[in-house]
């Protein structure tokens, strides 16, 4: 699926992210689901983030974008096991 978000000066990779309405963050900044999938430590189910086909970390979600940039996500499935509650 193909979303296009108009360029503002200023528009960072996150908020491009958050305004196509499925992608959302926790607290920390993170992405927590997307179409609402789970993703990232509760789930088995990861993401990778790329910025003009290159994988970029979530800690630079907050950089602005530049014009006529993509971005994409990539869902992948982690069999590790999840983490056990004490």
């Given at each position: 699926m193909n979303t296009f978000i108009p360029f503002y000066p200023g528009i960072t990779i996150r908020q491009a992210l958050e305004s196509t309405g499925l992608?959302?963050?926790g607290p920390g900044g993170f992405i927590t689901s997307i179409g609402g999938i789970?993703?990232?430590l509760l789930s088995n189910v990861n993401v990778r983030?790329?910025?003009n086909g290159r994988i970029i970390p979530q800690t630079l979600l907050g950089a602005p974008a530049q014009?006529?940039?993509t971005i994409g996500l990539e869902l992948y499935y982690s069999n590790l096991p999840l983490p056990t509650p004490f």
């Open positions: 992608v959302r963050f789970q993703v990232g983030v790329f910025y014009p006529g940039s």
